[in-house]
């Protein structure tokens, strides 16, 4: 017996008790094969998980640090509260670009509030988790069909992979409420690209690709970021200047600069005051509710919506000056307007701070990562923004969630571990509640990284723990050596990840299964792609269209006259061509329950079945398919048997399931329908029918 087990015993605890509480006691006492195994699964998981953290950072909008700081906490919670030993759980890309889709509306990317706000949604995310596990609600997961996460999955992967083409190119993207728009204007930029950008874009795409077919042991993520990271320093990738607008010598360019510098500047006011308001009517109680401040907010928000379009296609217009420096006489440094050649790129306009301009000549950069361990900080509280992000938190937990447990579920499947989803459930919203008081965003399970920890040997959780010190180094003395990671490599290892995960024969399975299926999942698609960013808005449609499918085949369930086939077994007589068993009564299958939303559906295909046998005096109804009968389908049930008997027709059922006949009997409907006219089965039923009807035995 275990040192853990004598002391949990001798303190009078059972070890099940205490291993519900902390299953992380399940991993010792750790076996030498075992922490080999951890160890070199956990170093294998850090080299892939320290660029991919970083890389998924810039997809929510936020610095990289930021995917550093993801990678420490909560990948320690959620391995030790989790169900699934395998489970590497982090910054993810889906989660992360739903992150920034549902904060952009309210601060601006980078911004100080736009991070205060990411943190707020990983609170959020992981209290709604949190509060699904401890009910054991991880059922809610059913509600998405599979047809709706393939045709939703599809969409985010495009989504994600195509959000990433402005970095890929080095172009800017305005961010708007319709992503196609915005993507549209990064197709009409392609002229401008930057032609070493594309080079690194490429050639990570290309080195992944080569490195995962010819060389699947070595870690193709950590290869390109220092490769790329190398180069970049080796080229001098990145060129930036500083300039005040009397060196912008093209006054059409410093116009347009001066314009951009001014917008922006008047919408970080307008979002400062809208800050302000909010806290100020969080703090008022609700007798004391300040009416002045709500139309104050409402005026800022038209102000906030003015200059955002006023800013959409200047910043596009402005990235169009293409400048080139030149020595003036007296030694200054002036910019002049020049074309753009794949040798000599052009200047261009980055961004504005202080009254000076931001030029770029190269690409973009990492840059400075601040060294050190996240400090501990409260998430932002305001009731406000928090009500308008409630509905993406719970939708984001709910997906966070179905790809986490799709995740271990396959992983267990080959280790036949035993899995419980709604421990799953708590140990990731655990993660993203404590991940949220040091700076984390919101984080999810990993496909690729537990995938990487299976196969490389990971035998416990406690290799995520590994991981996560890795990270942690990482954090404390190699912030300095990312500086010259090239963006457009950190681009290109999302894209790499996320059209791995494009799968359109799993749509085309569906609508072969079944046609309703396939149209759902190619409808969440469309809606998906049309509704982006707001990706929370698929999920939605998609979940609506499987419950009015699912509706609609409820409402109105088969049913049908069965004929004899030659050898006596009974089919349906339209869909088999069969002539029908006699003219004098009718076999009808109902293969539903009978309850209150197709009981008038039920009564409909008995009086059809009676107007194409108007000789029939009986109808057998094939009960064999109503698993239940509630109140509604009971009464109608009442009522057709008396309408049936005043019109000299009986109405009888066969093979009713003992719950049905019970029910009946509570009712007192069996007497209503009389018990000669109950069967325990059909060849029963069909028998007497025959002898009551005076017809030759069936």
């Not at 938190?393 to 799709?406: D, P």
């Not at 999942?521 to 009015?548: D, E, H, K, R």
């Not at 009712?667 to 009389?674: K, N």
Request: hydrophobic share 50%.
């Amino acid at each position: 017996m275990s040192s853990a087990h004598l002391s949990a015993m001798e303190a009078g605890v059972p070890r099940s008790a205490l291993t519900r509480f902390f299953p992380f006691l399940r991993w010792f006492p750790l076996r030498g094969d075992a922490l080999r195994g951890d160890v070199v699964a956990g170093v294998s998981v850090a080299l892939i998980l320290i660029p991919q953290s970083m890389a998924y950072a810039t997809l929510a909008g936020l610095p990289v640090v930021y995917g550093l700081y993801a990678s420490f906490l909560p990948v320690m919670v959620a391995s030790m509260w989790g169900a699934s030993r395998f489970l590497h759980t982090g910054p993810v890309a889906l989660l992360s670009l739903m992150s920034a889709a549902a904060i952009e509306p309210l601060a601006t990317r980078g911004s100080e509030e736009f991070i205060a706000l990411s943190m707020t949604l990983a609170l959020m995310v992981g209290v709604l988790r949190l509060a699904l596990g401890a009910f054991r609600m991880g059922v809610l997961i059913n509600l998405a069909s599979h047809p709706v996460i393939n045709g939703f999955t599809n969409a985010a992967a495009l989504i994600i992979g195509l959000s990433l083409l402005n970095t890929f190119i080095n172009v800017p993207m305005p961010r708007s409420d319709m992503f196609l728009r915005d993507l549209w204007h990064v197709f009409e930029q392609l002229p401008l690209a930057h032609v070493p950008t594309v080079a690194f874009g490429l050639g990570t795409l290309l080195l992944l690709s080569l490195m995962k077919r010819y060389t699947p042991r070595i870690p193709g993520v950590l290869a390109v970021v220092v490769l790329g990271t190398l180069l970049s320093y080796a080229i001098g990738f990145e060129k930036t200047a500083i300039v005040a607008p009397a060196q912008i010598e093209d006054g059409a360019a410093r116009a347009s600069f001066e314009r951009v510098a001014a917008l922006e500047a008047e919408l970080a006011r307008v979002k400062s005051e809208q800050a302000e308001a909010r806290k100020r009517l969080a703090a008022l109680g609700e007798a004391e509710h300040d009416y002045a401040l709500d139309a104050g907010l409402l005026r800022l928000g038209g102000e906030e919506q003015s200059l955002k379009k006023q800013l959409y296609g200047l910043k596009v217009e402005v990235y169009r000056h293409a400048l080139a420096p030149f020595r003036t006489t007296d030694g200054n440094t002036v910019y002049r307007a020049a074309e753009q050649t794949v040798l000599r790129p052009a200047w261009r306009f980055v961004a504005a701070k202080d009254g000076q301009f931001k030029l770029s000549g190269g690409g973009q950069v990492v840059g400075d990562i601040p060294a050190g361990l996240p400090a501990f900080a409260l998430p932002q509280m305001d009731l406000g923004v928090m009500g308008g992000l409630l509905g993406t938190a719970f939708i984001m937990a709910l997906i966070g969630f179905m790809e986490a447990t799709s995740i271990s579920r396959a992983l267990a499947a080959q280790s036949r571990e035993r899995l419980d989803s709604n421990q799953e459930l708590i140990g990731q919203g655990l993660a993203n509640i404590v991940g949220s008081f040091f700076q984390s965003y919101t984080v999810s399970g990993s496909f690729s990284r537990s995938a990487v920890a299976a196969k490389s040997g990971a035998r416990t959780g406690f290799y995520a723990i590994i991981s996560a010190v890795g990270v942690v180094l990482t954090m404390l003395f190699l912030t300095d050596a990312f500086y010259h990671l090239p963006q457009p490599v950190l681009a290109a290892i999302v894209m790499s990840a996320v059209f791995a995960l494009i799968d359109f024969k799993t749509l085309r399975h569906a609508w072969n299964v079944r046609r309703s299926d396939g149209v759902v999942g190619a409808l969440t698609f469309v809606a998906t792609l049309w509704m982006a960013p707001q990706l929370a808005s698929g999920v939605l449609v998609g979940v609506v269209l499987t419950v009015l499918v699912f509706l609609h085949g409820v409402m109105q369930p088969r049913s049908e006259i069965l004929g004899k086939t030659r050898d006596g077994s009974l089919a349906g007589a339209i869909s088999h061509d069969l002539p029908p068993i006699s003219e004098h009564y009718v076999a009808l299958r109902f293969d539903a329950s009978l309850v209150f939303i197709n009981s008038a559906y039920f009564e409909e295909a008995v009086m059809k079945a009676l107007a194409q046998f108007p000789r029939a005096r009986a109808v057998l109804v094939i009960g064999d398919g109503i698993n239940r009968i509630d109140a509604t389908g009971e009464e109608k049930l009442r009522a057709l048997t008396r309408d049936l008997k005043s019109a000299g027709v009986t109405l009888m059922f066969s093979g009713l399931k003992k719950q049905v006949r019970e029910a009946l009997v509570r009712a007192g409907l069996d007497e209503a329908v009389g018990a000669e006219n109950l069967f325990p089965g059909r060849d029963l039923a069909l028998a007497a029918l025959a002898r009551r009807y005076d017809l030759r035995p069936a």
